[in-house]
């Protein structure tokens, strides 16, 4: 004995197998991304998941933002748990018919940060490796928010998405957000599916009257000037709030939430690659 002991570092991560790739194992993949926190991406990516399953479609919904997780909760899932098996990580099965899973269950917070670089890349890489998402129709993925470098990390690591989709609130501030949004999509060379303008009004459930509290209507005027989709808007819907607390998506139990979720579900199914 020398002392001297030897450790040999790990073998590097092959490429991403063909067979491994989210590409050959879910025909859609849509990303969900905002251009700052904070404008109902989590809201609208958990609610359009549940949308999109009404109209018969497998859905996995992905929570990408690692500030979560609050997509599963939205969905009625306390205290999500890792479950595995030796094919891989099984997303939770929610009664809404979307599987859900965080990444952040996997790659917490802390380690994110201390994972810059590559390591954090090769991280995201292996989880999204080893999700079982196999026979899903569409995967929705909401990305973290921003267009910085962790958005940017995951939507490098899922060739072939059919696009992105571009959550917005109707002020000035969130347009101009909308923009590095639309410079984000160019850059890593996904298409931009649309622009949803979320928490735009607040239309009266009972006599249909849309009050001014701030101005709607700037999304679908970027939408114009930039040539992109608008896939509808989402009012201010209070109930949203209380409902998402108790793991109730509006979508599939709010009546006149749901009507809104279908038209931006039916608009992005129109957009997606054939
Ligand atoms: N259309 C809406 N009407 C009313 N409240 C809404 C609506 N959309 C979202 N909210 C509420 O706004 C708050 C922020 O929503 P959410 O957490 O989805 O935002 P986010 O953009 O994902 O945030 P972050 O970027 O910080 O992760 C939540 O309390 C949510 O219930």
Redesign the pocket.
Known sequence: MTGNIKINPPPPRPMMTPEKSLKYRVKHTILIM?GK????????AANLAVALAGKNLNVGLLDA?I??P?DPKMLGIENEKVYGDEKGIIPAKTKYNVDVISMGLIIPRETAVIWRGSLRHKAIQQFLEDVIWDGKDILVVDLP?GTGDEPLSICQLIPNADGIVIVITPQDVALNDAVKAIDFASKVKIPVIGLIE??SGFICPHCGKETDIFKSGGGKKLAEQYNINFLGK?????E??ED?DKGIPAAAENEFARKFFDDVAENIIKNLKN
Not at 37 to 44: A, D
Not at 234 to 238: F, G, N, S, V
């Open positions: 905002s926190g904070g404008v109902g991406k989590s809201t609208v933002d500030n979560g609050d928010p979320n928490m989402i009012p201010i819907i209070p949203i709030v998402s």
